[in-house]
Nanobody, 125 residues
Framework: QVQLVESGGGLVQAGGSLRLSCAAS????????MGWFRQAPGRERVFVAA????????HYAESVKGRFTIARDNAKNTVYLQMNSLKPENTAVYYC??????????????????WGQGTQVTVSS
């Protein structure tokens, strides 16, 4: 079992930046590939970014490439999502998730075993 707690969300103007953190506890953090997803009201949960167990591989949704960066610190049991040049359409609840399958990168939410409670990101125009 892994417990995940996101933080760092908030209200920011378009063009601004936020850094989300996701702290993990429970099993060995480096056993899990990690992902970030977002869900806007009335919309399905969509992939944002993922990182492999030892950060050798990362993958991003096309819409965030060049603006968002995923990173992890296994010593701190934490995964991060640095979000720059934010746009109003980035407004959503952001969730981190852990994948125990051993696959380096997964972009489908149904491949992830554990989820945090989410953190709200609101980008004003």
């Amino acid at each position: 079992q892994v417990q995940l707690v996101e933080s760092g969300g908030g209200l920011v103007q378009a063009g601004g930046s936020l850094r989300l953190s996701c702290a993990a506890s429970g099993r060995t953090f480096s056993n899990y590939a990690m992902g970030w997803f977002r869900q806007a009201p009335g919309r399905e949960r969509v992939f944002v970014a993922a990182i492999s167990r030892y950060a050798g591989n990362t993958h991003y949704a096309e819409s965030v490439k060049g603006r968002f960066t995923i990173a992890r610190d296994n010593a701190k049991n934490t995964v991060y999502l640095q979000m720059n040049s934010l746009k109003p359409e980035n407004t959503a609840v952001y969730y981190c998730a852990a994948d125990s399958s051993g696959t380096p990168i997964n972009t489908h939410y149904n491949r992830y075993d554990y989820w945090g409670q989410g953190t709200q990101v609101t980008v004003s125009s």
